[in-house]
């Protein structure tokens, strides 16, 4: 690194649009034009995004291949002082975070996608560009599966940097969690092993703390013994949404809180509620783990009860969301499971998106998603995460939201917003889940003094030089925090 620090001074004399003119150049020049696609790039590639908020054409997009590649793409970006973002799924709603413009390097990590499965099919490792639904199809052969993302094309990278709740999480922890080793290219562009044995504190937090310490290659996953799941997919009437609420927590806080297979995935909007009971192993019919349920009369059945494979239920989610081009985002608060509170919370949002639907026919809908105190445990078990998780169940509330045009960006939004700041005042719990907080959100100061302390010292040890801190271009960064 010695050497591109001396570069610098006359480097800083450019215009930062020329340096990035230059990088990209540089880049190209030392990785051949397969890997380094100049301006104007391809629309469909600048395109991989889940939201529209996040279109932006870089000055170059850079697909490494391996971690090599990276890492002399960082050097390069040292040296010319030049922003940079890295994509893995693009799934970010967040403008900035998984996107950039000019002048400014798109890192798309998409050809680092490999799906490596151990002889005995206990570890998997994927490359950061993968989508966990070919990670699924791949593990299923040999009755495995992992702790991953719900839908399809969910990306792998961004989603265990957030830590990653999956419909298995209530019994085996977060996706993060189930790390057993990664591979990382830090900041002077040195590559490393993270794991429990090598080099801990940075597998700590790597378990949560989000793109600031390194880009991560590759993750060592280990695999759990699910291939076929029960499901059943209901829908029930607006009248229903206070019933379906009270009865969720009623669940949560019983038979939910015991039986680790059973999880629901919930989406309550202004039209009513779908409501999917999953149970981790096949059954003959709805177990009654799920009795909490069985009074709310049911308008209409979109999944009869069924036993599929994993992929396809992601499948069934994917059908379920909108994946449609237009804009999106999604909002983050933790709360105590209260179906008093519950109840109040979505009176106060129903009628701030009612509002806004009228104006500008955004949708917007409201996600409680159940976290047991074992997904807490898991995390303890194995080697503990950034997050420090309340023991006790809580639950992980999103509101999404999506609409068509940019002028409507702020009224849009501002629903979400009034909706969190008057949730937070509600609630006992401070996290802000990262994987689902949108742009000024801070969800890295939810996890509490002695956690950022942590994270902290890791960012200092493994990046003094600050690259990520001061060349990406935008994300849940630890500079925002104003403590390190
Ligand atoms: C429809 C939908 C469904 C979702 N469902 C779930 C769910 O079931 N569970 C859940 O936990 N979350 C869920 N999420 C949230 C999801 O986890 C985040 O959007 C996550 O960022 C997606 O990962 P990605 O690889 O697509 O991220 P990207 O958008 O590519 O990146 C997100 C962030 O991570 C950084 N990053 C990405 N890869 C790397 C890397 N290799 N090294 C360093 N930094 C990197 C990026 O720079 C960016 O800051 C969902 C989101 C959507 C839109
Ligand atoms: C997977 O399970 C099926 C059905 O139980 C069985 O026939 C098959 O041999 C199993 N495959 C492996 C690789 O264990
Ligand atoms: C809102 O939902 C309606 C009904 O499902 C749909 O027709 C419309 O396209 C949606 N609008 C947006 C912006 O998603
Ligand atoms: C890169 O940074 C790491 C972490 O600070 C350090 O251990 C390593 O020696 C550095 N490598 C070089 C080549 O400077
Ligand atoms: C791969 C993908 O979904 N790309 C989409 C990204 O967003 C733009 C604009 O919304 C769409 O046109 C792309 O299809």
Not at 457 to 465: A, E, G, I, R
Request: negative net charge; proline residues 5%; glycine residues 8%.
């Amino acid at each position: 690194m010695a050497q591109s620090v001396d570069n610098l001074p006359s480097v800083r004399n450019n215009a930062p649009a020329t340096a990035a003119v230059e990088a990209c150049l540089a880049a190209q020049g030392a990785l051949g034009a397969d890997l380094v696609l100049l301006a104007p790039v391809d629309q469909a590639i600048v395109d991989v995004n889940w939201s529209e908020t996040c279109r932006a054409a870089p000055s170059c997009v850079i697909q490494p291949t391996s971690a090599q590649i990276v890492s002399a793409v960082l050097q390069i970006i040292w040296q010319f002082q030049v922003l940079f973002a890295i994509r893995s799924g693009g799934h970010s709603p967040n403008p900035g975070w998984a996107s950039i413009g000019e002048p400014g390097i798109l890192l798309d990590m998409s050809r680092l996608d490999t799906v490596s499965i151990s002889a005995d099919a206990s570890v998997v490792s994927v490359g950061p560009g993968q989508q966990w639904g070919k990670v699924v199809e791949a593990l299923s052969p040999h009755n495995v599966t992992v702790v991953g993302g719900r839908l399809p094309s969910l990306g792998v990278g961004g989603l265990l940097l957030g830590g990653g709740f999956s419909f298995f999480s209530g019994e085996y922890g977060l996706a993060a969690d189930n790390l057993r080793s990664a591979e990382v290219v830090l900041g002077n562009g040195t590559i490393v092993e993270a794991s429990a044995q090598v080099n801990p504190d940075l597998f700590w937090a790597l378990k949560g703390g989000g793109p600031n310490f390194g880009i991560v290659t590759r993750f060592d996953l280990v695999t759990i013994p699910i291939q076929r799941v029960y499901a059943e997919v209901v829908v029930y009437a607006p009248a229903e949404t206070h019933t379906f609420l009270r009865a969720l927590a009623a669940w949560q806080l019983g038979a939910g809180a015991s039986d680790l297979r059973a999880t629901v995935l919930a989406v309550s909007s202004l039209g009513g509620t779908t409501l999917a009971f999953i149970y981790s192993q096949p059954v003959a019919a709805r177990p009654d783990t799920f009795a909490a349920f069985a009074d709310i009369p049911v308008l209409a059945t979109a999944l009869p009860p069924t036993n599929l494979a994993v992929l396809e239920l992601m499948q069934v989610g994917a059908g379920q969301v909108n994946e449609a081009a237009q804009r999106h985002d999604y909002r983050a608060v933790s709360t105590q499971i209260d179906g008093d509170l519950y109840v109040g919370m979505f009176d106060f949002w129903a009628e701030r998106a009612a509002d806004v639907h009228s104006k500008t026919v955004a949708n917007q809908s409201f996600v409680i998603q159940p976290i047991t105190s074992n997904l807490a445990q898991k995390g303890l078990e194995n080697g503990g995460n950034p997050l420090s998780l309340d023991p006790s169940g809580m639950s992980w509330w999103t509101t999404l939201i999506d609409w068509e045009h940019a002028a409507d960006d702020d009224v849009v939004r501002s629903v979400s917003i009034a909706t969190t700041e008057e949730w937070k005042k509600r609630s006992n719990i401070g996290l802000e889940y990262m994987n689902d907080c949108s742009r000024d959100q801070d969800p890295l100061a939810s996890y509490g003094s002695e956690s950022v302390a942590k994270v902290c010292d890791v960012s200092q040890k493994y990046d003094p030089d600050k690259v990520f801190q001061k060349l990406q271009q935008d994300g849940f960064l630890l500079k925002k925090l104003g403590v390190c």
